[in-house]
């Protein structure tokens, strides 16, 4: 679900309102997706553009605010950590936390994250291991699982966009 764009910072969440058991893959797979995206981009129209992609997996807290322009906005020590996760992370790479890749069980392969991120305090405080995403792991089973994430995202935001048109 999309949340908002904040500056360059384009927040999203996935397993809300209704939980979704494969939530952290849906998001690594909505974070890969968007790197390639930006890659064609960048070179069909040779632009030096990138982006870094943070994602955690947590509790959270959300809500409409505002008084005269409503906001769906979502709060939480582990949306503050997503949010580092982006901060430390890589141009052109996803920085998960350990409880998302734990969450999206054997479906990626991975490294070590960045030494940034073992600097950073917010990540320290709250015990954060990070890893970057390589690629999806070579099982069968995994790329379907993933890939119905996918068709479920794209099929929400058709749902959404035609909601909002009434």
Not at 89 to 111: C, I, K, W
Not at 116 to 145: C, E, M, Q, W
Request: proline share 3%.
């Amino acid at each position: 679900m999309p949340i908002k764009f904040l500056g360059d910072c384009y927040y999203a969440v996935s397993g809300i309102p209704t939980s979704h058991p494969l939530h952290s893959v849906c998001c690594i797979e909505f974070g890969l997706s968007i790197i390639t995206h930006i890659r064609n981009v960048r070179a069909i129209k040779h632009l030096d553009i990138n982006m870094r992609i943070g994602i955690h997996s947590g509790s959270l807290l959300g809500g409409i605010i505002g008084a005269s322009k409503w906001q769906y906005d979502v709060w939480s020590i582990d949306v503050d950590i997503a949010n580092r996760l982006e901060a430390t992370g890589m141009p052109g790479r996803l920085h998960v936390s350990n409880t998302t890749l734990r969450l999206a069980q054997d479906f990626y392969v991975y490294e070590n994250g960045t030494e940034k991120a073992t600097l950073d305090p917010v990540l320290i405080k709250n015990n954060v291991r990070t890893f970057l995403i390589i690629g999806k792991s070579h099982s069968r089973h995994n790329y379907v699982l993933a890939d119905k994430c996918v068709y479920d995202w794209l099929e929400y935001c058709d749902t959404s966009n035609t909601n909002n048109d009434r």
